[in-house]
């Protein structure tokens, strides 16, 4: 490796000590190998040209080619390796002592298994994907995002129960109420069939968006009626929710349509609701229990002499929130409403969930004949019962349906 | 003994499998070069064997963490080189005559002194007296490059120094080296003519 800029002119350098022709007068300085390119040749930095170049070089420099001779010399002496006992006996059993040679067949077979393993986990992972592929429900370990289904669960369970107390109850209503009604209206015992139903859409509670819509929807929670009490009322109390009093051309349907928004009308409402043919409806015969989720009321149409009272008094209180108030309240109703303080009546039960759940509904089926109870229970979300509540503030109608009526 | 890395590797996934015949040739392929770099460096063949045995156990029990990107002489020596700097620190060693003739066990066997064995005989004691004179660094350096053939670049991050400073070690004890080489040559030689 020649210097840089070709300048082979020796260099002091203190730190290397005196050059070996310092002391050689008959060398001229031109002549004279710099330390820089031994130390280059001796860390075999040099191609074959360059050292060509620096041998032709040493012939002039005698000094500096006695130096590199003896230097070659000494590092080939260095690179001799001494002799070196075998240690492959003593460290061979000394491994052995930590750690099991195999013999051959026992590697294959170490290494079959492995292979095996290895085979069943890809197998394994290959099944795994393909039934995930073709049965996906079947393999998902988590739980469904299906929280109506729970929902519709827990909620029929608890109707269930609930209508099972109004059953028990109405049971009794009867020996109560005999000495008022006559034999037209003689309630019978009540059967209970429910089933329940998710509501699929919006669709079916007809536009949300508009605040009529979503009062009707909202009004009516939970309703308990007994169309064995109820022989004439064979009414669909979807229809009703689905229909604005100002919107549905049959004024028999609006008036039910009033009363279930209303809950509990007044005497005078009751009078004007009834009709030659239903004349059942809201009348004194029919007791119906409902309530919304944010402000749960009762509506017991049967019982003219209770349901404004009721109304007015009973439910006030906030079922999930308050249900230790709630359940008070209950207690101190009147005696058919004894068995809704019992443990299978939870309103809390009820209406739990509202969140993410927009509508549920449990009903009988479409058609209600005489003699067939029913449940229908309706749920939104709270959304539209502030809805609802901004919209009956103002006033009521400024027309009522009723008034059609003949 | 050397091999390509493809055989190195082979050899390596064999003996880690438990292969007894894979291990041996590891240590025949290694044992001379690891063992002459640690008696150069100590000066105690005693400590060398030690050493040069429990590098080889520590690396054969351990082969399953070997990184295949890296030589397996390269990791060996590093295992080896902590080794010896751990059995330093418990006995450090000390570099006299007679230690490093008895390392030559056929040193005074009168069968077998022939001039020729005498002479190479004593060109190593002196290399091994000089060796002895330099520095750590400088005599690990030396021993790495001029005894073993380790590029610099190897040498650097094998002792986790610049490369610059590898040279710079490799330099200096190089020239002190050839200088005690020569004194005791000359002093050789000298006393050589007395007992003519």
């Known amino acids: ?406 | 003994m050397s091999m390509t890395r493809a055989e190195e590797r082979k050899l390596i996934r064999l003996a880690a499998a438990g292969d007894k015949d894979a291990a041996a040739a590891f240590i025949k392929c290694h044992q001379n070069s690891l063992y002459a770099y640690l008696l150069r460096m100590s000066g105690r063949p005693d400590m060398a064997e030690d050493v040069v045995q429990e590098a080889f156990v520590r690396v054969l029990t351990n082969l399953d963490r070997f990184d295949p990107k890296y030589r397996f002489s390269t990791w060996l020596f590093t295992i080896a080189r902590r080794l010896y700097v751990n059995a330093c620190q418990k006995h450090k060693p000390a570099y006299d005559s007679d230690m490093i003739g008895n390392w030559r066990g056929d040193w005074d066997l009168p069968s077998k002194a022939t001039h020729d064995h005498e002479t190479a005989t004593n060109a190593r004691s002196a290399i091994d007296v000089t060796l002895a004179k330099l520095s750590p660094e400088q005599r690990e350096v030396i021993v790495l490059f001029h005894q073993l053939d380790w590029p610099i670049a190897v040498i650097a991050q094998h002792l986790g120094m610049p490369e610059g400073t590898v040279k710079s070690h490799l330099h200096r004890g190089r020239r002190k080296m050839k200088a005690l080489f020569e004194s005791d040559r000359k002093l050789s030689e000298q006393v050589a003519e007395v007992w003519r």
């Open chain 1, 1 to 406: 490796m020649d210097r840089p800029g070709g300048d082979n002119t020796p260099r002091p350098d203190p730190r290397r000590g005196p050059h070996p022709a310092d002391a050689d007068p008959r060398v001229p300085d031109a002549a004279r190998i710099p330390d820089d390119l031994v130390d280059a040749f001796f860390d075999r930095e040099l191609d074959r040209e360059a050292q060509r170049r620096m041998f032709d070089r040493l012939r002039g420099d005698p000094p500096r080619c006695e130096e590199i001779t003896s230097t070659r010399e000494m590092l080939r002496e260095l690179r001799r390796k001494p002799d070196a006992p075998d240690l492959t006996g003593a460290i061979l059993a000394r491994v052995e002592s930590r750690r099991a040679f195999l013999t051959p067949t026992w590697r294959k077979l170490v290494t079959t298994g492995r292979l095996a393993v290895a085979a069943g986990v890809l197998l394994g992972i290959g099944l795994a994907a393909t039934a995930q592929r073709l049965w996906p429900e079947a393999t998902t370990f988590r739980d469904q995002p299906a929280p109506l289904t729970g929902f519709v669960d827990s909620t029929r369970a608890d109707a269930s129960s609930s209508f099972r107390a109004l059953e028990r109850t109405l049971g009794a209503a009867p020996r109560q109420i005999a000495g008022r009604l006559g034999d037209e209206f003689a309630p019978v015992p009540l059967v209970a069939s429910t089933h329940a139903e998710a509501v699929p859409s919006d669709r079916v509670l007809g536009d949300r968006a508009r605040p009529d819509a979503i009062d009707m929807a909202a009004a009516t929670r939970y309703f308990a009626c007994s169309s064995s009490l109820w022989p004439s009322a064979a009414c669909d109390f979807r229809t009703i929710e689905r229909h604005t009093p100002t919107h549905q051309p049959d004024p028999a349907i609006n008036a039910r349509a009033a009363a279930a928004r209303w809950g509990a009308p007044a005497e005078r409402d009751l009078l004007r609701l009834r009709m030659p043919d239903r004349s059942r409806l809201l009348h004194g015969h029919e007791p119906g229990m409902s309530g919304s989720g944010d402000r749960p009321f009762a509506a017991f149409a049967g019982w003219p002499d209770r349901a404004p009272r009721l109304d007015a008094e009973l439910f006030h209180t906030d079922p999930p929130h308050e249900p230790d108030a709630f359940r008070a309240q209950l207690a101190d109703r009147s005696a058919w409403l004894a068995e809704a303080r019992s443990a299978t009546f939870e309103p809390r039960a009820i209406l739990r969930g509202s969140t993410g759940v927009r509508v549920l509904e449990l009903h009988v089926p479409e058609h209600v004949t005489p003699g067939q109870p029913r449940i229908v229970t309706r749920w939104t979300p709270a959304a539209a019962v502030g809805a609802r509540a901004a919209h009956d503030r103002p006033t009521p109608p400024p027309s009522h349906p009723a008034d059609d009526l003949p």
